[in-house]
């Protein structure tokens, strides 16, 4: 079964921890992102991968980190130097970086910061 | 630089009814086009994309959308909502920024099906 898989679920951290999200796909893709997503708004880029060992900034990276060391994970850092961490994080992943690939994404995990 | 307008935050239908949800974009390159579904704490879900081939994209669960470059819009509908329908939906524009093509995400509308 093809897929995106997103761990945890849930995750609850106190203040000054960093915390790791997982994100891991079985589809090849080339290009995986991760997203933000607050109530009544839209997904807004953290961080982006094209290509195994390189990955750039979205539109609010600051107090996120990630890693692509190999092509089917793709892990997200959430720092203490995030200032509002809680939120709803969806990884997605597509062929390429190319205009018409849709992207596919994760379940999610929802982060809450005591 | 791209942007989407979704032009309704909540919509609510009866269940049987037809379902508008509209879309505005402006982009400076001609533009890939999304239609997301979200239920809640779920990923997204892709329900149909345009890339510049027909102006009217057929979808999933009977949804479709037109392209309209003239009023650039990109309005969703389908013609009888089903109870099923009832989730959060999201307008998306593709174009080439920096070194990649990104997303860009519409702040979405909820989509209520009364019975």
């Known amino acids: 079964d093809g897929g995106i898989t997103q761990s945890p679920k849930y995750l609850f951290r106190k203040e000054g921890q960093n915390v790791t999200l997982s994100c891991e796909q079985n589809?090849?893709?080339?290009?995986m992102y991760w997203y933000r997503q607050d109530p009544g708004q839209g997904l807004r880029l953290i961080y982006y991968s094209q290509i195994v060992n390189d990955f750039q900034k979205g539109d609010i990276a600051e107090g996120y980190s990630v890693s692509r060391e190999k092509k089917e994970s793709f892990p997200l850092t959430v720092t203490s130097a995030q200032k509002n961490p809680t939120a709803f994080y969806l990884c997605?992943?597509?062929?390429?970086?190319?205009?018409?690939?849709?992207?596919?994404f994760g379940p999610g995990t929802r982060l809450t910061v005591l | 630089a791209q942007s989407v307008t979704q032009l309704d935050s909540h919509v609510s239908v009866s269940e049987g009814t037809p379902v508008l949800l509209r879309c505005n974009y402006s982009?400076?390159?001609?533009?890939?086009l999304f239609w997301y579904v979200q239920h809640p704490n779920k990923g997204l879900q892709l329900l149909l994309k345009y890339t510049s081939a027909a102006t009217l994209v057929k979808g999933i669960n009977g949804f479709e959308a037109e392209f309209k470059k003239s009023e650039t819009s990109f309005h969703l509908t389908k013609p009888s909502a089903h109870m099923s329908d009832a989730a959060e939906y999201f307008c998306?524009?593709?174009?080439?920024?920096?070194?990649?093509?990104?997303?860009?995400f519409g702040s979405g509308t909820q989509l209520t099906v009364l019975p």
């Open positions: 589809l090849n893709h080339d290009a």
């Open positions: 982009s400076s390159y001609s533009p890939s």
């Open positions: 997605a992943s597509s062929i390429g970086v190319y205009r018409g690939n849709e992207q596919f």
């Open positions: 998306v524009v593709s174009e080439l920024s920096g070194s990649a093509r990104q997303l860009t």
